[in-house]
């Protein structure tokens, strides 16, 4: 199955006004509405477009993963090498997927079988479709570990998933939809889940795959970079159809729909506040550690130490903004739980001149008020079952419980209308809403208590594109209003340089790099600094050992 | 994939909250759409509701009665029977005298049934137990009566429909006492047990470590006992009683909650909104009742009619094995076994049978329609 001669006339795949219906309770919707397009041999066609734009819909339907019979297909047709695996038989559509056809996943985790070690992963999907068994299977397996560059593979056949980092994990699964030889793979936002860093490595791995092999690559993904990097053609989707296709060139340079230019100009733009160190501190930390202890053997004495934050200094000024970056595991979002109280910790942390290093749950309740938290996920953080209304107006129960339910309602209504919503959605619930405006109700739900410092924990990772330029927006406006100070914490350092006036660089729980973000981003001084910083913006892979793998 | 809902201008309505909100709609829904379970509940509520009127359908006084131009209502007013010429404390108003004396002077509404579950009949045809009245004919089934077929008091309120035990009590009586019974303490062990088993693993799961530890461990060897010997014996020690027993079930049943509950508050309690009640300064019990609970509430409802259809179960075999509630009781339990030693009989032991399946089958099918109503990830087709 070597591949065949490139011919640019026959497309590998075809799909032709394809439509996909889901039903539900009754009810009938369309995800995707009469879309088309072809990919050649040897070809990367990028799928592009925000959530709910039927960018998965349309790849899981190429090999009918989606779950029938609540999905179905009114029209449309997708010709494999000429055939529609849309009517194809289920066992035939069986002998194309794995085999001609494969898919990645996004989440490398929950992808991989926990139970089973790589080696028989791997190995099943061989002796599914090519009947390799024993050594020769093995064999197999080691050369493609090694094709994607996992090191000492002979070491990693009897791991576990949970042995590897999300990057390994990730190569795993590449690994698995390489073990046919595919003609086209079909890769579901195969980097959302990894740091920068790693995605980069993931990026140009499956570009030197591709060209090694010369298959065919269809790349669903929301991120704009990642496009202009990998593809040789996009298509950009939106409600259910394709409103633009082009070579990527031609269409970054020139897009013509409104939406693509709408998406191209949803980078976070805007710069920070400058750094002035004349106004007064609103939170500071003094070798702060936050060390969870081992403990082993019968009587489980402490053996040592997780260090996941090992003496970090910083001071944060109103109105300015701290960015916290690193990869996952670096111990930021844990500083940012110690530096609010919500973990214990060691060492000096003084608040408005307070020192609360000490204090308990119960000292701690009226500094809540001018202390507030942002969470990453704004689909976890809203209480499913409470109308927004109580969500917001939760905190102003317990900070100022004289409040008259009139006034109360009037303050809800306030703080709505300050992070740009319809007051009168108050009375819905957080189901109605989507993310961008969730991650709004989340923001109002900290400034309805008129706070001094809120910790906004990776507060746009999990939002859209142009949603996150939105919040960021957002964020500076409120700074600029109430003098804020922010501890932003975040792996995306493009968003971090929109907002924060001075970096920390975190790396195994302690400081990299500090200094203001300008010269940080742009004169780093530290080779791993440089590392991050070309991952994050360029999406250039840097030598492995440099950072994790 | 989650599909973004464009807002309207909305309407500013107040919030449907509790048992209006609309994840309560789609499970009341969701409920109804599963037709078994849905009648089997109007069934079951039918049929409870008729036992809790039990003393008016079912009743050895009559419910109304006019003497000497006065309006009694003996069912709810306990009247001496000197008010009636004679020298007993309680009125029997099924004896010949008494009854002869109101009809003289006035008249008597009876309720279709004229024996409570502890009556005796008198004129019962021949040794007890008596089979059914529609199994004899007219004159055997009158024979007990002075006057034979023609004597006015062989009249249908009278008759045994269900037959009599073998203390010649009436057992369609027994039957709609019983039921009550069953279901209220059913009823009650299973709230009471519900309130102790999720406070506990409510607290378990929310504090977890060292608390979580103890009470586990506690609990496992509390749930290894023997309960059914421990019951006996406490139940030869203890006068046996409604409450009594209660409480003794009570002891054990309540663990059955915290496995669910603490699991799920385990879960829950890392939830980001609960984090970020928290951060709010919320406090624990707060944060437990108003973000947790719901979660586990879940789980306990579901959980319910279960725990309902194995309380009656419980009491229904301690009262056959003769540990149960106190002799004369109204009882599924007693009816079996006199079934048992009566196999003559088969009218006891058929009853009580019929009774318990249906209501237990009724039990859980309404148990199955709400767990698929409350189970996110069911749809109906």
Request: with cysteine.
């Amino acid at each position: 199955m070597s591949p065949e001669p490139l011919s640019a006339e026959t497309p590998l795949l075809s799909i032709r006004n394809l439509a996909v219906a889901f039903h539900q309770g009754g009810r009938t919707s369309t995800a995707v509405d009469g879309v088309s397009f072809d990919i050649r041999r040897g070809e990367v066609v990028a799928l592009v477009g925000e959530s709910g734009s039927g960018k998965s819909v349309t790849a899981n339907s190429i090999l009918k993963l989606l779950p029938y019979p609540a999905a179905s297909y009114p029209a449309g047709e997708i010709l494999f090498k000429g055939k529609d695996l849309l009517r194809a038989l289920d066992a035939d559509l069986r002998k194309v997927r794995g085999n001609d056809i494969t898919m990645i996943f996004q989440e490398p985790m929950t992808s991989l079988n926990p139970l089973h070690p790589i080696e028989r992963q791997i190995g099943e999907i061989l002796e599914l479709h090519q009947g390799l068994k024993g050594e020769a299977a093995r064999k197999r397996v080691l050369e493609l570990l090694h094709q994607v560059g996992i090191r000492e593979p002979e070491k990693r056949l009897a791991a576990y998933p949970h042995e590897l980092s999300g990057g390994q994990r990730q190569r795993v699964m590449i690994a698995m939809a390489l073990a046919n030889r595919p003609e086209l793979l079909i890769a579901d936002e195969p980097t959302t889940a990894l740091d920068v860093t790693v995605q980069a490595q993931i990026l140009a791995l499956l570009k030197g795959l591709k060209d090694e092999h010369g298959m065919s690559m269809l790349f669903i993904t929301h991120d704009l970079g990642i496009v202009r990097k990998i593809a040789d053609r996009v298509c950009v989707m939106t409600k259910g159809k394709i409103v633009e296709t082009g070579p990527t060139a031609e269409v970054f340079a020139n897009p013509q729909h409104a939406y693509t230019k709408h998406l191209l100009a949803s980078e976070p733009r805007g710069r920070p506040p400058t750094s002035d160190p004349s106004r007064p501190t609103v939170i500071e930390g003094k070798d702060v550690k936050v060390w969870f202890p081992i403990r082993a053997g019968f009587l489980r004495r402490t053996v040592d130490h997780v260090k996941a934050v090992d003496g970090i200094d910083l001071t944060l000024r109103a109105g300015q903004t701290l960015g916290i970056v690193g990869e996952s595991g670096s111990g930021k979002t844990t500083l940012g739980l110690a530096l609010t109280r919500l973990i214990g910790s060691k060492g000096r942390i003084a608040f408005l001149g307070q020192d609360i290093a000490g204090f308990g749950h119960g000292e701690m309740r009226p500094l809540r008020r001018r202390m507030q938290v942002v969470f990453q996920d704004p689909y976890g953080s809203l209480s499913p079952r409470m109308p927004i209304t109580d969500i917001i107006g939760e905190g102003l129960g317990v900070h100022e419980p004289g409040l008259s339910a009139g006034e109360r309602d009037k303050r809800v209504a306030a703080a709505l209308e300050e992070v740009g919503l319809e007051p009168a959605t108050r009375w819905r619930y957080p189901h109605e809403f989507s993310g961008g405006q969730r991650q709004r109700i989340a923001i109002a739900r900290a400034m309805v208590l008129k706070p001094a410092f809120v910790m906004l924990d990776e507060p746009t990772s999990a939002l859209d594109m142009s949603v996150q330029a939105q919040v960021v927006d957002l964020l500076r406006d409120l700074q600029a209003k109430h003098d804020l100070a922010y501890l932003f914490i975040s792996h995306d350092l493009k968003v971090v340089r929109a907002l924060a006036n001075d970096i920390i660089v975190m790396r195994f729980g302690k400081v990299v790099e500090h200094g203001p973000t300008e010269r940080i981003v742009t004169a780093p001084a530290e080779d791993y600094t440089r590392a991050l910083m070309a991952a994050a913006f360029n999406i250039e892979a840097v030598p492995t050992g440099q950072i994790q793998q | 994939m989650a599909t973004t809902t464009a807002l309207s201008p909305a309407d500013a309505s107040p919030v449907r909250r509790g048992l209006r909100s609309p994840v309560n709609q789609r499970r009341w829904q969701n409920f109804r759409a599963n037709r078994r379970g849905y009648w089997s509940l109007w069934i079951f509520l039918v049929l409870f509701g008729l036992s809790l009127c039990a003393e008016f359908i079912a009743n050895d006084r009559p419910l109304v009665a006019s003497y000497k131009g006065e309006m009694l209502f003996p069912v709810v007013i306990d009247y001496p029977e000197e008010k009636f010429g004679g020298f007993l404390a309680q009125t029997d108003y099924r004896s010949d005298f008494i009854r002869d004396e109101i009809n003289a002077n006035g008249w008597m509404i009876w309720p279709p049934i004229r024996y409570s579950y502890g009556t005796v009949n008198s004129n019962i045809p021949h040794s007890a137990p008596t089979a059914p009245f529609w199994l004899m004919s007219k004159e055997e089934r009158c024979s007990g009566y002075a006057g034979g077929a023609e004597d006015p008091n062989c009249v249908l309120g009278n008759l045994n429909w269900l037959g009599t035990d073998d203390q010649a009590r009436d057992v369609m009586a027994r039957m709609i006492y019983g039921f009550r019974i069953s279901v209220l303490f059913g009823l009650a062990l299973t709230i009471a047990s519900a309130i102790v088993g999720v406070s506990a693993g409510a607290v378990q799961g929310y504090f977890g470590g060292w608390t979580d530890l103890l009470m586990q461990r506690f609990i496992e060897i509390w749930s290894s006992m023997p309960v059914l010997y421990i019951l006996l014996i406490i139940a030869a020690i203890l006068p046996p009683g409604f409450f009594v027993l209660l409480g003794i079930m009570l002891l054990f049943s309540w663990v059955g909650f915290v496995g669910v509950v603490r699991a799920e508050f385990l879960r829950a309690r890392n939830f980001e909104y609960v984090n970020a009640a928290r951060a709010l300064g919320v406090g624990n019990a707060t944060i437990m009742w108003r973000h947790l609970l719901p979660n586990a509430m879940v789980a306990t409802l579901t959980f319910l009619p279960f725990i309902l259809s194995g309380s009656i179960t419980t009491l229904t075999s301690l009262d056959f094995l003769g540990f149960g509630m106190p002799p004369g009781s109204p009882s599924l339990g007693e009816m079996i076994a006199q079934g048992k030693s009566n196999l003559q009989a088969p009218w006891l032991g058929l009853t009580a049978f019929v009774v318990m399946s249906v209501m237990l089958s009724l039990l859980i099918f309404v148990g199955e329609a709400t767990r698929d109503a409350f189970d996110p990830r069911k749809t109906f087709r």
